[in-house]
């Protein structure tokens, strides 16, 4: 690799590299994030989703659980051009109170809990924000994991993180860069994927 002796390695060229793979990232996105139909047609298909995660033992929620917490309302106000909710019944749990509903992962009672907003268009769907969280129960090695993307007028889009995870921390200041994914590639990633391996690294290991 070349290196290239007049890199701006401040604050300010971190930032403009961050906004370039952030342009990069929603270039790749976009069949992810704009389909036709409506979000009504983009709620029903998150509904069958979960409904079939139910069916396969992944949730501990009944199809019935299902079909009384995942809701589409009316659009969230903080988000601009939104018209549409869909999420998991109820106010923000910003506190993770475990009372509040939320959808439970089988294996561990891992709990789940989302909110997407959407914005329609000329027969077209598309996601402006999302907010999904996995809350993990005691002992695991994180507390939680949460991947958010804020809509496109949102501050961290100005530093390039307007798609970003975050692992056991609320502060934004803890946060990095993430691929923008679907709604089902995060709730797969949810179900199957951050959990034990059972594997243990071994002393020798470097």
């Known amino acids: 690799?070349?290196?290239?002796?007049?890199?701006?390695?401040?604050?300010?060229?971190?930032?403009?590299?961050?906004?370039?793979?952030?342009?990069?990232?929603?270039?790749?996105?976009?069949?992810?994030?704009?389909?036709?139909?409506?979000?009504?047609?983009?709620?029903?298909?998150?509904?069958?989703?979960l409904s079939r995660t139910s069916d396969q033992r992944l949730l501990t929620d009944s199809l019935h659980d299902i079909r009384?917490?995942?809701?589409?309302?009316?659009?969230?106000?903080?988000?601009?051009?939104?018209?549409?909710?869909?999420?998991?019944?109820?106010?923000?749990?910003?506190?993770?109170d475990p009372a509040l509903p939320h959808f439970a992962r089988y294996s561990d009672k891992a709990r789940i809990d989302f909110q997407i907003s959407t914005r329609e268009h000329d027969g077209s769907v598309e996601i402006l924000a999302y907010a999904f969280e996995l809350i993990l129960p005691a002992g695991a090695p994180l507390q939680f994991v949460r991947f958010d993307l804020n809509h496109d007028k949102h501050p961290n889009a100005t530093l390039g993180l307007r798609s970003h995870v975050h692992l056991t921390a609320d502060d934004d200041g803890y946060s990095v860069p993430s691929a923008m994914l679907s709604p089902f590639e995060v709730l797969d990633v949810f179900l199957h994927r951050i959990r034990s391996s059972g594997r243990v690294r071994s002393a020798s290991s470097s």
């Not at 952030?22 to 069949?31: F, G, N």
């Open 1 to 49: 690799m070349e290196i290239c002796l007049t890199l701006d390695v401040s604050q300010e060229g971190a930032r403009a590299r961050l906004h370039k793979l952030q342009t990069r990232l929603s270039e790749a996105c976009h069949p992810v994030f704009v389909s036709s139909g409506t979000s009504q047609n983009l709620f029903i298909e998150i509904r069958r989703y």
């Open 68 to 96: 009384r917490k995942l809701v589409i309302s009316n659009p969230d106000p903080s988000i601009p051009g939104s018209t549409h909710s869909i999420g998991i019944d109820g106010p923000r749990n910003f506190r993770r």
